[in-house]
């Protein structure tokens, strides 16, 4: 009988969990269910593979698989060296620069989606500002960029893609102790060597996961990129809302295949960046 009240005791504080469950529950685990469920079902009712088939088999969603992967694989690169570079600036910084950079990045990160869209578009849309201003200087390459081809989407990801990079990685650099750079200073190794041979193995993990955090941040983005290209370029978010939303005759069935093959792709990433982690951390262990 103790052991029974100790133990409805301590669910007791368990209580609080139970509406964080719920919402689990109903809001991403149900949803993902039903579009998984609803994947296997063609537009007639048929049930089977029929929708991935046709997923993997036509062009058009090849090519869209083949952008996506390639537009998140890029953003993601960029964005994790640039907020690495960044990591190095600011873990080298007095205390109020690192307040106020991290001010930015916070101001920066919530400034995202349609609002993010429509800043680029007045910055360096077609009658941009700067745009503007690049043809009366003969700036062509400027005056000439595309803001709403596969370029442009590059530069608004990679814009989006760093504060979040960046603030992902700064607790990692903490790890990175003044004692070793001081060594490395003492034996005359350039802060490049220092980096190479030491920063980067350290930090390592940290930026495996960030990678897998930035893809998925990536390849999932919806707003600003519906907001600059709508569907003139083939990509797996406007592809899914065009068969829920977009067509005459909505294509649930397809649109929901093509959810969860972008879930699987997620699911491989954060699986494979998991595994690459703990076989480095071991790695270090058995060291």
């Known amino acids: 009988m103790k052991n029974i009240g100790k133990k409805i005791k301590n669910l007791v504080y368990y209580w609080p969990i139970i509406p964080f469950l719920l919402l689990i ?54 964005g994790l060296l640039i907020a690495f570079l960044g990591g190095i600036a600011v873990s080298a910084s007095s205390a109020g620069v690192k307040n106020f950079f991290m001010s930015i990045l916070n101001m920066s990160l919530e400034f995202s989606g349609i609002p993010l869209a429509f ?19 003969n700036l062509d390459w400027i005056a000439n960029f595309d803001l709403y081809s596969f370029a442009g ?8 893609e760093i504060p979040l990079g960046t603030l992902t990685l700064l607790p990692a650099f903490e790890g990175i102790k003044k004692e070793w750079q001081e060594s490395a200073e003492l034996m005359n190794a350039s802060r490049v060597q220092f980096w190479t041979r030491i920063g980067v193995p350290v930090l390592l993990p940290s930026l495996i996961g960030t990678f897998a955090f930035l893809f998925a941040d990536a390849l999932t983005a919806y707003a600003t990129l519906y907001a600059l290209v709508l569907n003139n370029i083939p990509v797996l978010p406007t592809k899914i809302a065009a068969c829920f939303t977009g067509e005459s005759f909505p294509k649930e069935g397809l649109g929901s295949a093509l959810t969860v093959v972008m879930i699987l792709i997620i699911c491989i990433v954060l699986i494979t960046s998991s595994l690459l982690r703990k076989a480095l951390v071991k790695g270090r262990q058995s060291s």
């Open 25 to 78: 529950v109903f809001v991403e685990l149900s949803p993902v269910g039903n579009i998984i469920l609803k994947s296997f079902f063609t537009d007639s009712g048929k049930f089977g593979l029929d929708n991935f088939a046709v997923v993997f088999s036509r062009k058009i969603y090849q090519v869209t698989i083949i952008n996506s992967l390639k537009l998140a694989f890029i953003v993601t690169m960029v």
């Open 119 to 137: 800043a680029f578009i007045i910055i360096l849309g077609s009658s941009g500002v700067i745009t503007s201003l690049a043809r009366t200087v």
């Open 153 to 160: 989407l590059i530069l608004v990801y990679v814009y989006f």
